[in-house]
């Protein structure tokens, strides 16, 4: 009987992750018809018909509505509200989920959710056993404009997210500096972040130039277009956010050494915002780090996420031979390196 009910049991876990792409899908769909702001805005829990009269339709498909709500609220995305007259109709309100859908929310994963379940970047996945790869992302992104945007607002919103933890998190960090550049910081945001905080702070936000030519002006930073592997804009202190894991061991250790180049000998600085994968997935993120280690599998050629020794053995052999690993309430850590 035991045999049988570990068989049924690995049976039912088997389908549950066949289909775990379904819940990416709700999800999605939840943001795409902007259901949480419009809970958000009607400011109270809402009826189905209520929720439907308000999505960008002119004829909302209400059966088709509910059952993708029972969904979401089996997910935990929003909730099921008893109304207190004791009416039969089901009212829905947000959840502690629900808020991180917010379009217009100064945190917001929406943009992320977005992206990550776009076309473009769900179909390296069906290659994932045979390791194939079309073109890099940033190849890509480089080559369609409208995809190029979609990223960067999906980086913008996560680098908020990150950078607000960051800045209360390491607060003396950034004290001693007058310069920082932002190695592939993108549109610059999470720099501004950085800036408003430390106003001191002269800011060079370095990327690609496609990248930095869709970038906002923002008071204490200057944009330079280039490229890490052959040189970066020399400063204090050199940060960067999630941009290692996306490389392999042999191309890090070349963007760490010109790292290296950039800052000073003494009270040079090397500040990594990154995920330090732990094994057990002990912590309230679970098996994040590891699910990250294979979106860096699908979408680049040879980037991974890596474990503390992994860290420490190449920021060793870039030129870092002091570190030191920060944990903070996010996915990522502070990873603080010195050349001596």
Not at 82 to 95: A, I
Not at 203 to 217: C, E, K, R, Y
Request: hydrophobic share 45%; aromatic share 8%; glycine share 8%.
């Amino acid at each position: 009987m035991e045999v049988h009910e570990e068989l049924l049991r690995g049976q039912a876990e088997a389908w549950q992750l066949m289909f775990a792409f379904a819940d990416s899908m709700a999800l999605k769909s939840a943001v795409e018809l902007r259901l949480a702001d419009i809970m958000h805005s009607h400011g109270s829990p809402i009826t189905l018909p209520q929720l439907a009269s308000r999505i960008d339709s002119s004829c909302p498909d209400i059966p088709y509505l509910a059952r993708l709500m029972r969904m979401l609220v089996r997910k935990g995305i929003f909730a099921v509200h008893q109304s207190s007259d004791g009416g039969d109709e089901t009212l829905y309100k947000m959840t502690h989920i629900s808020k991180w859908l917010l379009h217009d929310s100064e945190l917001s994963l929406a943009p992320m959710i977005l992206v990550e379940n776009n076309q473009w970047l769900l179909e390296p996945w069906h290659y994932l056993s045979q390791c194939a790869h079309g073109c890099g992302i940033w190849d890509f992104a480089s080559q369609n404009p409208q995809f190029n945007n979609l990223f960067n607002d999906a980086m913008a919103c996560t680098a908020k997210i990150v950078m607000k933890a960051l800045v209360s998190h390491y607060k003396d960090g950034f004290d001693s500096i007058q310069s920082l550049v932002d190695v592939g910081g993108g549109t610059g945001g999470a720099l501004a972040e950085i800036v408003k905080s430390y106003p001191h702070i002269k800011g060079i936000n370095f990327d690609l130039p496609h990248v930095v030519a869709t970038a906002p002006v923002c008071e204490g930073i200057f944009h330079v277009g280039g490229d890490m592997f052959d040189a970066i804009p020399k400063a204090d202190a050199v940060f960067m956010k999630w941009i290692l894991h996306d490389w392999d061991d042999e191309a890090c250790v070349k963007i760490l050494k010109n790292c290296r180049q950039a800052i000073p000998d003494k009270n040079g600085k090397l500040v990594l915002v990154e995920i330090v994968v732990q094994e057990d997935g002990n912590n309230i993120f679970g098996d994040m780090g590891l699910v990250f280690d294979l979106v860096m599998f699908a979408h680049t050629t040879g980037g991974k996420e890596r474990t503390e020794q992994e860290w420490m053995k190449l920021l060793e052999q870039g030129g870092f031979h002091r570190c030191k690993i920060i944990s903070m309430p996010a996915l990522y850590s502070i990873i603080e390196a010195y050349p001596q």
